[in-house]
């Protein structure tokens, strides 16, 4: 496959895949769109085994090809693209393969203990991809990326609460969940007491905070990747400010943002 088609593919999977990345990319020049869109295809791809319906250990075989993969000469168009975006920028293949051990914990955990283990799991599921990212946008501010990272995945734990559960998985931490008197029952049923509200605004306090923390990345972007990840950045609060607005019922699946929104959110952030 030519990388232009490979190019092409990546893009059609962002498009048709991407809840708010799409949005943020489309301010981006024509090479960084194109690289970013690998960066997001590698990771819906592993995103797709790990919550796929293979076996855990069918699931397993399978990222370990990615791993492979990465370091082989690919054939596979998001593979072929990424290959690309990597010879064009200087994207760490650290990064690429903790994605892929951030798909491998799926498999292997559904409980955390504690916000550490938590922390430990979004670093890897979306701090990476921050870390990749920024190769592309041309900043060497991984701490930063990182923060950026871990606070759009707090944000998708509280928003994807039900969805994680019908797999499975409860990302919210245990101890947490103690603490303020929530048991994994009324996460089955999806009631919102007082005491999962209580809960819920803790954590949406917590991804404030990383989320103020990673957005002084943008001091160190050119205008218009600033413009991209600040709007990722302010998808998600106003996805956050919803959810907060509707008491922290998170079990219909109604909480997406409407196109007309996502699209004021770009205006706003080619306007910083």
Known sequence: MSVEAAYAEVERITRREARNFAY?????????RR?????????????????????DDEKRERLQQLHAELDASPSDPVLVALADARSQYPIPAGALHDLVDGGLQDTEQRRYADFDELHGYCRRVAGAVGVACIAVYGSEDEARAQSLGVALQ???????????WDLGRVYLPQDELASYGVGEDEIAAGRTTPAWR???SFQASRARAYLEEGLGLLDSLDGR??????????LYRATLDRIEARGFDVFDGSLR???LTKLRIVGAGLLR
């Open 198 to 200: 209580a809960l819920m």
């Open 257 to 259: 943002l409407s196109p």
């Open 225 to 234: 990747s600033a413009a991209c990840v600040g709007t990722f950045a302010g």
């Open 154 to 164: 707090l944000i998708n734990i509280i928003r994807d609460v039900g969805e994680d």
């Open 24 to 32: 943020g990319i489309m301010v981006l020049p024509r090479p960084k």
């Open 35 to 55: 690289a970013i869109a690998a960066i997001y295809a590698f990771a819906r791809r592993v995103d797709d085994i790990a919550d796929g319906e293979l076996s």
